[in-house]
């Protein structure tokens, strides 16, 4: 059953790609990865904020699994996102990085959410590594308002229209179908993970 829901999902994505080709090249879309990027990003912001909630309420290790999942996957869109928003700046600027707000804004999510991979490796016990974890990811969370709240303040040297086009808003489904499939395939692995670190203590 989740073969075929990956194969659909890639399916999919594979398919809004290619009926909003015509756009790549247009002008007038330099946002085109951009946004969409930096939107999935934080759409796996949200769901591992929900997810974290929801496992300090119930204690559930599957929520536990959603949160480091989605993390991951969000954290590889922002990083994809960032390094897309330095090619559009040196593009414009000829400097790939110049302390734009919205790329220093992204930056600082992006290591909070990096802290929050490095938190759940120093941690042993899975427990106390759930708990730690979803407390940093919720604060981690708190980063995200303020960063927009801060590219308002600041405008950004590169202007980037955030508004969503068409052709973006195919784009962002089609990272978001993508992200849903890299989250189930990331799901399998932590679950295979967890089963052979309960085995390995219970045999302790």
């Excluded at 309420?57 to 590889?76: M, Y």
């Excluded at 996102?81 to 600027?93: D, F, H, M, P, S």
């Excluded at 799901?187 to 670190?197: K, N, P």
Aim: aromatic letters at 12%; one cysteine or more; charged letters at 15%.
């Amino acid at each position: 059953m989740r073969g075929a829901v990956l194969y659909i999902l890639g399916i999919a994505a594979i398919l809004l790609l290619a009926l909003n080709h015509d756009s790549f090249a247009a002008p007038r879309e330099e946002g085109f990865f951009y946004i969409p990027l930096a939107g999935a990003a934080a759409t796996a912001a949200v769901a591992s904020l929900i997810s974290s909630i929801a496992f300090l309420r119930t204690r559930d290790f599957r929520f536990d699994s959603v949160a480091v999942a989605v993390t991951e996957v969000g954290l590889a869109f922002l990083a994809a996102a960032i390094v897309n928003g330095c090619c559009l700046t040196g593009y414009a600027n000829g400097r790939f990085w110049s302390w734009d707000s919205s790329l220093t804004a992204a930056l600082v999510c992006w290591l909070f959410y990096a802290a929050y991979l490095m938190l759940r490796q120093s941690v042993e016990e899975p427990t106390q590594r759930a708990i730690f974890a979803a407390v940093w990811s919720i604060f981690a969370f708190v980063d995200i308002p303020l960063a927009v709240v801060s590219t308002a303040w600041w405008k950004p040297e590169t202007h980037i229209p955030f508004d969503f086009t068409l052709p973006r808003l195919i784009n962002f489904a089609a990272m978001l179908l993508i992200g849903a499939l890299l989250t189930v395939v990331r799901l399998r692995q932590e679950e295979a993970r967890r089963e052979l670190d309960s085995l390995r203590r219970s045999s302790q």
